[in-house]
């Protein structure tokens, strides 16, 4: 079978491209651990406002000092609306919502998230800094999207 010169040139590139972003998909995994997530827990979208904890939203303060915060994402807020939680803490999001596909994004922290119905997202975080965050859903959601926040409060 005659492969003319570029094409193989091509075949060449396209089949040595593959091979780089493999090897840095591969990388990334291994040496930076990022991975998709696994081992997420689910939950019934139409029972959030029954199933504990997310019947009751809001922070619960663990032994350790540590914080755990579950947050309901419905249309178009955030529950609880507002929190406060003592500077230096370290906080691990629970989110999920019973209606559509929200966001879940901090702005200056490295929370950022998608609260998905019938699943629990989950992050953390160590607020350092003291002052006023805004809890923002950065995926449209419908027509209040814009209206759709809450605040955290660092102190
Ligand atoms: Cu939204």
């Given at each position: 079978?005659?492969?003319?010169?570029?094409?193989?040139?091509?075949?060449?590139?396209?089949?040595?491209?593959?091979?780089?972003?493999?090897?840095?998909i591969?990388?990334?995994?291994?040496?930076?651990?990022?991975n998709?997530?696994?081992?997420?827990?689910?939950?019934?979208?139409?029972?959030?406002?029954?199933?504990?904890?997310?019947?009751?939203?809001?922070?619960?303060?663990?032994?350790?000092?540590?914080?755990?915060?579950?947050?309901?994402?419905?249309?178009?807020?955030?529950?609880?609306?507002?929190?406060?939680?003592?500077?230096?803490?370290?906080?691990?999001?629970?989110?999920?919502?019973?209606?559509?596909?929200?966001?879940?994004?901090?702005?200056?922290?490295?929370?950022?998230?998608?609260?998905?119905?019938?699943?629990?997202?989950?992050?953390?975080?160590?607020?350092?800094?003291?002052?006023?965050?805004?809890?923002?859903?950065?995926?449209?959601?419908?027509?209040?999207?814009?209206?759709?926040?809450?605040?955290?409060?660092?102190?």
């Open positions: 079978m005659h492969v003319d010169r570029y094409e193989r040139w091509w075949l060449t590139f396209g089949i040595a491209m593959l091979i780089v972003f493999l090897t840095m591969g990388f990334a995994a291994i040496v930076d651990n990022i998709p997530p696994v081992g997420m827990k689910t939950i019934d979208p139409t029972k959030v406002a029954q199933t504990p904890p997310f019947d009751k939203p809001g922070a619960r303060r663990l032994p350790d000092g540590s914080y755990e915060v579950y947050y309901v994402a419905h249309v178009f807020a955030f529950d609880p609306p507002a929190l406060t939680i003592p500077a230096g803490s370290r906080v691990t999001f629970f989110v999920t919502s019973p209606d559509v596909v929200h966001g879940f994004f901090i702005p200056y922290t490295d929370i950022n998230m998608m609260a998905v119905p019938g699943w629990v997202s989950t992050q953390s975080h160590r607020f350092d800094r003291a002052g006023e965050y805004l809890l923002l859903c950065h995926e449209y959601c419908g027509i209040g999207h814009q209206n759709m926040f809450a605040k955290i409060e660092v102190r």
